[in-house]
């Protein structure tokens, strides 16, 4: 799925985890226990590039776009299927979030924005467990900031060049998805080159292994 394919979507629905190699298979399952606890604002951090016109273009107008976080259902079952997932989700994230309303703002938010950028929301939890620990005004040490650890260049390459804005909610989530999703198109769908991408250190296992362990704690039941 391109960005300019999710623009064009009015409806937002629970994707699927992109496709991993056989080769990237064995690497991300070599995380152990130690991938599942938080590691707030490493050092690592996406690294700016070129970028053409047209992706430009495409990455603006995702970041652009005023949608509003919340999903529209057609039908019963994915309705209920998501007030599972968010009551799920919540009694999980207790002990990161104590109160009960920023909870359910910060999922719903995160949800809406995960899937209107095609991924997976356990994907995106894992990494904003692993990016920032869930804490909104982290600052790694490269000085990406805020829950899912964005450099500010993105703010001057394809927003509006207000570096402070990434440490509001929805603003950091929707650039950390739609720089996630990027990163995908560019791999080919490859997710282990795509995190490594994410994280400045493409090709080596350490951070795709921390992300899909940490994934393991936000899956619904069922679900692998």
């Not at 529209?72 to 009694?91: K, Q, V």
């Not at 060049?161 to 769908?189: A, P, W």
């Not at 282990?192 to 080596?204: D, H, P, Q, V």
């Amino acid at each position: 799925m391109s960005i300019a394919a999710d623009l064009r979507s009015a409806d937002v629905t629970a994707p699927r985890l992109p496709t991993i190699s056989p080769t990237s298979r064995r690497a991300l399952l070599l995380a152990g226990a130690a991938a599942c606890l938080p590691r707030p604002a490493l050092a690592g951090a996406q690294q700016e590039e070129p970028l053409a016109d047209a992706v430009r273009s495409a990455l603006s107008a995702a970041i652009a776009s005023d949608a509003p976080p919340k999903p529209r259902f057609e039908a019963i079952e994915p309705r209920l299927a998501y007030l599972r997932w968010l009551g799920e989700m919540s009694e999980r994230m207790k002990r990161k979030k104590s109160e009960a309303q920023t909870r359910i703002e910060f999922l719903e938010t995160l949800w809406y924005e995960s899937a209107r950028a095609g991924l997976e929301p356990a994907l995106v939890l894992g990494l904003v467990q692993v990016e920032s620990g869930f804490r909104k005004y982290a600052i790694s040490v490269a000085g990406a900031r805020g829950y899912m650890q964005v450099m500010p260049f993105w703010t001057r390459s394809i927003g509006d060049g207000q570096v402070s804005r990434l440490f509001h909610m929805q603003t950091n989530l929707r650039f950390g998805c739609v720089i996630l999703r990027h990163y995908l198109d560019i791999e080919k769908g490859n997710l282990f080159l795509a995190l490594g991408r994410y994280n400045g250190s493409r090709g080596r296992a350490e951070y795709p292994n921390l992300v899909m362990g940490a994934r393991k704690a936000w899956l619904m039941p069922g679900q692998s």
